[in-house]
């Protein structure tokens, strides 16, 4: 079943990272064409769940190395056109994590929290957490 699961993934990255070399960004971004809001509004929802689903998959399946760093790559790029967008954020902050790589984890949680400053928000007490260091209590 684990084997089967990780082929599942290995396949899944191979279709999502294909779909996702065309897509650039939101499509016809500064047309004041009415018809294309929601269009652009449903190929980013698209995209984005597409890569969530397969960070979710990643996070809770033994996936290798190189899938990892796969899923990783998606969620940087759809990061770097969604800036603002938590949820990817959140997926790569814990990524990063289990493949030790706190600082990449930072890096990704002060890009966030420095692009939502400029809209007047701040991330969500479940993103603070990611990043806040645990420390053992002793009784």
């Known amino acids: ?3 089967l699961r990780q082929r599942n993934l290995s396949d899944a990255l191979d279709a999502v990272s294909a779909a996702l070399d065309h897509y650039r960004g939101p499509s016809a971004q500064g047309g004041d064409y009415l018809w294309a809001d ?4 449903h190929l980013a929802m698209r995209a984005t769940d597409a890569v969530v689903r397969l960070a979710r998959q990643a996070e809770h399946v033994e996936s290798s190395p190189r899938e ?3 899923v990783l790559t998606l969620l940087e790029h759809l ?12 997926h790569a902050i814990r990524l990063y994590q289990a493949c030790g790589r706190n600082d990449a984890a930072r890096h990704t949680y002060t890009r966030l929290a420095r692009r939502l400053s400029d809209l007047g928000l701040e991330p969500e007490p479940a993103t603070r957490a990611l990043i806040t260091p645990r420390t053992r209590q002793t009784r």
């Open 1 to 3: 079943m684990l084997r």
């Open 38 to 41: 929601t269009v652009r509004e």
């Open 68 to 70: 990892r760093d796969a």
């Open 79 to 90: 990061g770097t056109i969604h800036p603002d967008h938590e949820r990817l954020a959140q």
